[in-house]
């Protein structure tokens, strides 16, 4: 009995130690996150006056036309926005989001004396932009973001009955960049609008890893017609001219388990279907599957997944 309690405390302990650490790796990579967003931003976009969108964006024009630090405008803008939203997220995303914030804001005005590294423009907003957006995909991947405008506009879209959160976000987006225009002239807006992009590539790639750059998709597909749409798939794909490798996982429902089924004894029992093809061939692959069951659930994910333990076959494009 003794050993027994014994044993429970050293697994309490080491479980809580294994707890601390991980925490402790997540602040640390929050912290590198909010420094490499504030290397992009003052070493490369707002020196060549690009700015991105969402609060990083609304702060770089007034930084300009208020002769204020950004890094300063930054905290300030964000600080209140986090108090709204404090009932509405995990206590643990708020001290995230606040560490981030922080780190960002003293790192930005840290950095403000330094010289831009670059003086092109192209090349600084590709170089910012990067930075800017695997910054902020670091801090959002482990727990906490460096914008919190996002946030709070699907909290007001969501409460408020008003346009979609992504409709919502890309007006005021469009909005800072026309500003952009007005302020710092078109070609500096269309330098802005690549910092853009590439940022919100960066923030991606930094969430899912490098395989979200591959051009390739995969589909999961849930119908009653799984036979039906994995026949017309195969004799559709073998007509293109270019070899596409196309990846099919069938799994059918489990039986004997006990679990009452998710539908009618005289209907199909579903199936789950999984492809992997190239990004271009994802509309055309949806079209297949809606011709023959209009009632499928299509999720679509970026880059292929481990197929182990599936029962896997290869199509051939080609005959």
């Not at 809580?16 to 590198?32: D, P």
């Not at 999961?220 to 099919?248: H, N, T, W, Y």
């Amino acid at each position: 009995m003794l050993r027994a309690a014994i044993n429970h405390v050293q697994f309490a302990a080491s479980g809580k130690a294994a707890r601390s650490r991980h925490r402790g790796t997540h602040i640390l990579i929050v912290i590198l996150g909010g420094i490499l967003a504030a290397i992009g931003l003052e070493l490369f976009l707002i020196p060549n006056q690009i700015v991105v969108g969402g609060m990083t964006g609304i702060s770089a024009l007034l930084s300009h036309m208020t002769e204020m630090r950004i890094g300063l405008l930054l905290f300030l803008f964000n600080l209140p926005f986090i108090v709204i939203a404090y009932r509405h997220i995990r206590l643990e995303f708020t001290i995230m989001t606040l560490l981030g914030i922080v780190v960002l804001s003293l790192s930005s005005i840290f950095l403000h004396p330094v010289p831009a590294l670059l003086d092109n423009s192209l090349s600084a907003a590709v170089c910012g932009g990067v930075c800017l957006g695997l910054g902020i995909g670091m801090v959002v991947r482990y727990g906490g973001t460096l914008d919190t405008l996002e946030m709070n506009e699907r909290y007001l879209a969501r409460h408020r009955g008003l346009l979609s959160p992504e409709n919502v976000i890309m007006m005021m987006n469009c909005s800072i960049l026309t500003a952009a225009g007005f302020i710092f002239g078109w070609q500096q807006a269309m330098y802005s609008i690549i910092a853009y992009i590439l940022a919100f590539e960066m923030l991606h790639v930094s969430i899912r890893g490098i395989h979200g750059l591959l051009p390739y998709r995969t589909l999961c597909i849930m119908s009653s017609c799984g036979e039906d749409i994995e026949r017309a798939i195969q004799l559709r794909f073998r007509k293109i001219d270019d070899p596409v490798e196309l990846k099919v996982s069938s799994v059918s429902p489990a039986q004997g388990t006990g679990a009452k089924p998710m539908w009618e004894p005289t209907t199909r029992p579903p199936q789950f279907l999984m492809y992997t093809v190239h990004f271009l061939d994802v509309m055309r692959l949806k079209g297949i599957i809606k011709n023959i069951d209009p009632a499928a659930s299509i999720a679509v994910g970026a880059g292929r997944v481990s197929q182990a333990g599936n029962v896997m076959k290869k199509v051939d494009n080609k005959q």
